[in-house]
């Protein structure tokens, strides 16, 4: 089974930047892909969502300009550009596959997750 493992989180200051990655240990090109992230005592929410081969994306209102999702499918990697960090956007961040091609927003429509990877930014 297609397995997925992020990295790149950490513990960052108000006003930082992070890039969080996504290695996929098998190819998905003919897959959207998103992030979701979820912080204590909250629903697992959408963040950005790019689909197949890249050629469009879509992101949550809270992100106002401030994330950039990406991906490297010679790599098998998905990315997450994230500036101008706040400390509401302390979560566990979560990147996931969907089975299909198109962009979606709703966590039940992604077959695959990866682990997460814990970002944390101080005020």
């Known amino acids: 089974q297609v397995q997925l493992v992020e990295s790149g989180g950490g513990l960052v200051q108000a006003g930082d930047s992070l890039r969080l990655s996504c290695a996929a240990s098998?190819?998905?090109?003919?897959?959207?892909m998103g992030w979701f992230r979820q912080a204590p005592e909250k629903e697992r929410e959408f963040v950005a969502s790019?689909?197949?081969?890249?050629?469009?994306?879509i992101y949550a209102d809270f992100v106002e300009g401030r994330f950039t999702i990406s991906r490297d499918d010679a790599k098998n990697t998905l990315f997450l550009q994230m500036d101008s960090l706040q400390p509401d956007d302390t979560a566990v961040y979560y990147c996931?596959?969907?089975?299909?091609?198109?962009?979606?927003?709703?966590?039940?429509?992604?077959?695959?997750w990866g682990r997460g990877t814990q970002v944390t930014v101080s005020s």
């Open positions: 790019i689909s197949a081969y890249g050629t469009s994306t």
């Open positions: 098998a190819t998905l090109t003919e897959n959207a």
């Open positions: 996931a596959a969907r089975l299909y091609s198109g962009v979606n927003i709703k966590k039940y429509m992604y077959d695959l």
